[in-house]
């Protein structure tokens, strides 16, 4: 058995996104030891792709824009999927962050008169995105680890958690995991963990995720026993790269879209004006030159049908293509360069200019992007408690895209990097909370380390096993063909069945070598992660039988209003077994309920 380094805190926080950097500087304002682990290097974490901006009502373009407004835009948006209590905490406290992340550095964009510039996405009904150019993620990431590495937290970089273990009182002590360069065993006990550890997208062929994203702290969460809600809500963004190859997945900000940017088909049509929904058909019209009037009006939901939310959009393009009406490589054009000048697209979307140019020798300034769906996010995931962001099992947080509940069956763009820093914070205040109040020291289970530690060594026990990147690759396919955008009974039966023989041959899995610096031996430990999320997703989808936000099924097409009263929770059963429970959504008080039913 490899011998172990230990290591013992107050509060572990796990990811080093957003969520992750706020929770621990929240933990370590308060004087506690505290710990980030990530498992790549600090400042590398997925935010930093978020690209057009954080949504906060702050009112400083549109005076109009309140709380109230943005908290009715996310209900709506996801679909009244949505906690309604973490909607209406991010809609009341997104503008302190922001305000809060400028005080700590932050640079961002300004209005004439000096204040924080907000621009127009998908879903707002007011240009609400505090933006810095197209690198706002990067910004946030910058002045949060400029905050965290002042204050003088430790970070361990490198490192791959592989489980959560408890104490024999049920409350999560240890996290057992492995430092990737050299391959050898570490464990962290704590008072208190935090989970931010990001999205599950590496389980699809064409996602905008990085490498990072395979679902960890999903997994890690449900394997100890938390409550997962509504896995099948999985967010296709409606504008990835399609070609060429090499930039296959990167998103497209919603910002070119939101700074003038149109979507057209192989014929030149402007499409979007054709899938406008029933509610807005009061404000349609037919030609391209009314819907360029709309974009200078945004009162009243006066907006480019291209602004419409992401799931919605996604669609559209889906039936474009289906149509035969694609772009040469699967996809449909999404046009810039025919409407601003090129003056304004490199000041405007500097680092999609400079990116596109230099990775795959395409001028937005001057040619179209090809584009279409691309695996981007997830609403789905653990069940929090919406004022401290704890999960069902003690001494357990989690903040940021593996929590679920704020954003219902479709996030609206701009939403997620407010809810990093609005829940990022108070999963850090509750952890806090908790681990001054816990008593004695926690510890690990000698046994239970070293059957995690088992577990990752097995594949290098065997001779003539499966090789994990075939299982990736081969995953990848299913779940992007079966468990996609458009969903039936049929196919996901299917995935279902395809995923029972995954994990029979995750259990054969083989890796050559050593520990040190394997890459195949790191994928490896990856596959149980990217198998269970793909479960919970197929089982949910399989589940909801209906079409609401991003999970839309072709023989349930519409919203049933049944399902729409429900969270889908899943968890693990002392046997070991998946179950899977309808439970009521938590009523929402009247007042609140008021809100959505004005300006409809």
């Known amino acids: 058995m490899p011998d172990i380094e230990t290591h013992d805190f107050d509060v572990v926080v796990i990811g080093a996104g957003g969520a992750g950097l706020r929770a621990a500087v929240e933990a370590k304002d308060r004087g506690l030891r ?7 290097l600090l400042g590398k974490a997925h935010t930093v792709m978020a690209e057009g901006g954080a949504a906060a009502a702050m009112g400083n373009v549109w005076p109009e824009d309140n709380w109230k407004v943005h908290f009715r835009d996310t209900m709506r948006g996801g679909k009244m999927l949505n906690n309604w209590r973490m909607a209406e905490l991010h809609a009341q406290e997104a503008p302190d962050r ?14 004439e008169d000096g204040k924080i510039q907000q621009r127009d996405f998908g879903g707002h009904r007011y240009a609400r995105l505090a933006h810095v150019g197209d690198r706002t993620g990067l910004e946030l990431i910058r002045t949060m680890q400029q905050r965290a590495v002042a204050l003088g937290i430790e970070v361990f970089m490198e490192c791959k ?43 699809w062929k ?91 009006d945004h009162t009243n939901n006066r907006r480019p049908p291209e602004l419409l939310p992401r799931d919605e959009v996604a669609r559209s393009i889906n039936s474009e293509v289906k149509a035969g009406r694609g772009s040469p490589h699967g996809g449909v054009l999404l046009d810039i360069a025919s409407r601003r000048s090129a003056e304004y697209i490199r000041r405007r979307l500097p680092s999609m200019y400079h990116q596109f140019k230099e990775l795959a020798g395409v001028d937005i300034t001057a040619e179209p992007m090809e584009v279409g769906p691309t695996c981007h996010y997830i609403m789905g995931g653990i069940r929090v408690e919406a004022d401290t962001a704890a999960t069902t099992v003690e001494g357990l947080y989690a903040a940021g895209e593996v929590a679920a509940g704020l954003h219902g ?71 992007q063909s079966l468990v996609g955008i458009i969903r039936t009974e049929s196919e996901l039966v299917e995935a279902l069945a395809e995923l ?76 070991g077994e998946y179950t899977l429970t309808p439970e009521p959504i938590p009523p929402m008080p009247a007042e609140l309920q008021a809100l959505l039913e004005e300006a409809k």
Not at 98 to 106: S, V
């Open 34 to 40: 505290v710990a980030i682990v990530c498992k790549s």
């Open 206 to 296: 064409y996602t905008s995720n990085s490498w990072e994203s395979t679902g960890d702290g999903h997994a890690m969460a449900i394997w100890a026993g938390a409550d997962m809600i509504d896995m099948e809500c999985l967010q296709f963004h409606p504008t990835g790269m399609v070609w060429p190859l090499s930039v296959r997945g990167i998103l497209v900000t919603e910002g070119v879209r939101g700074d003038g940017g149109v979507l057209r088909n192989s014929e030149g049509k402007r499409f979007m004006f054709d899938y406008i929904p029933p509610m807005f058909a009061a404000e349609t019209a037919d030609s391209e030159a009314e819907g360029d009037r709309w974009y200078e």
């Open 500 to 575: 029972e023989v995954f994990k029979e041959r995750a259990d054969r899995m083989s890796v050559k070598g050593g520990r040190v610096y394997n890459p195949g031996w790191n994928l490896a430990t990856d596959i149980p992660s990217m198998l269970t999320v793909s479960t919970l997703v197929a089982r949910g989808a399989l589940a909801r039988k209906e079409s609401r936000g991003g999970h839309t099924r072709e023989d349930f097409p519409k919203p049933d209003p049944e399902f729409g009263k429900v969270n889908l929770v899943q968890r693990l059963d002392g046997n």
């Open 161 to 203: 958690v592989l489980e959560l273990l408890k104490d024999s009182d049920g409350r999560v002590s240890t996290a057992v995991g492995y430092w990737r360069p050299t391959g050898e065993f570490v464990s962290f006990t704590a008072k208190a963990f935090v989970l931010a550890t990001g999205s599950v997208g590496k389980s």
């Open 98 to 111: 922001i305000h809060e992340l400028e005080r700590w550095g932050a640079l961002f964009d300004r209005t």
């Open 409 to 479: 069956a479709n996030r609206l763009g701009g939403n997620s990097l407010s809810d990093l820093l609005v829940f990022g914070r108070r999963a850090g205040m509750a952890a806090s909370d908790y681990a001054e109040g816990r008593t004695g020291s926690p510890a690990a289970d000698a046994a239970a380390v070293d059957q995690v530690v088992d577990r990752a060594c097995a594949p290098f026990g065997r001779e003539d096993g499966e090789n994990p990147y075939d299982i990736q690759a081969d995953l990848q396919d299913k779940m």
